[in-house]
């Protein structure tokens, strides 16, 4: 990631630096975590804040996240149960690659989406 072209083989397909770019490739990865950055939520909460997004969804996203150990879950021993999700210390540390896509989007997504229509119209 240096730019030195002797550093070339740093973006291999087994090369680390792909982790993160592999952990926020899921469609709602970057949504969740960033809905958490403000503390713990329970996952209606979590719902509720994101919109349009599914039980199913959110629950497949929140299990892969918590594997990943970008996300804890903590049950509490209540009637009826209660669980929470909180970001972990390396859950916390996408948020700023996060944010640095969201200001990249508001700079370039609309030249982004007006290449993708030119190029659908053509039938690239």
Sequence with gaps: MSGDP????EFIADCRARLAFDLLSGTWTSVVLFAL????????ELRDRIGGVSHKVLTRTLRRLERDGLVARRRY????PRVEYELTGPGRGLLEPILALGRWTERHADEVL???ERAEVSGR
């Design 6 to 9: 002797t550093h070339d083989h």
């Design 114 to 116: 007006a290449a993708q």
């Design 77 to 80: 021993a209540e009637a009826p």
């Design 37 to 44: 950055r403000d503390g713990p939520l329970r996952p209606g």
